[in-house]
């Protein structure tokens, strides 16, 4: 009687150690698909943030026209006009993936002192998904 019951169970460590490794095979693919999203969160919020500071260096080089050290003040870098905005496109070399940023700047006058308002939009990342950041900034002349 004993041994039939040995028989019996002969087969039984082949079939929990084939559980086992599915189980753990589960188990690595959940944390495989776990650690790639990961990483492509980690990749666009490094695309978003060269979209922002795109957008920054945008507005950041429109100011610049606009107030050059140590020249008078450039109204017309901004706009043809009051309350006519005017776009500008600059060319970002420093910035790996990002395309150009795209600047709209118009002014008014009240009280004879000139009121800019720069908008810049930064872009990066491929074509289908780029990552958009606009920033505004407002400036007076005094």
């Known amino acids: 009687m004993c041994k039939s019951l040995r028989q019996s169970q002969q087969g039984i460590s082949i079939v929990l150690a084939i559980f086992i490794l599915v189980v753990l095979s589960l188990l690595a693919a959940a944390l495989i698909n776990v650690l790639a999203g990961g990483t492509e969160s980690v990749a666009r919020e490094v695309i978003s943030t060269r979209a922002l500071f795109a957008a920054e260096s945008g507005a950041q ?82």
């Open 61 to 142: 080089r429109q100011l610049n026209e606009i107030f050059t050290p140590g020249s008078a003040m450039n109204v017309a870098a901004c706009a043809d006009a009051v309350n006519t905005p005017r776009t500008n496109t600059f060319t970002l070399g420093g910035l790996f993936g990002c395309g150009n940023a795209v600047v709209e700047c118009e002014y008014v006058t009240i009280d004879s002192i000139n009121y800019f308002t720069v908008t810049s939009t930064g872009s990066c990342g491929p074509t289908g998904e780029p990552s958009v950041r606009v920033i505004q900034v407002q400036a007076k002349d005094i």
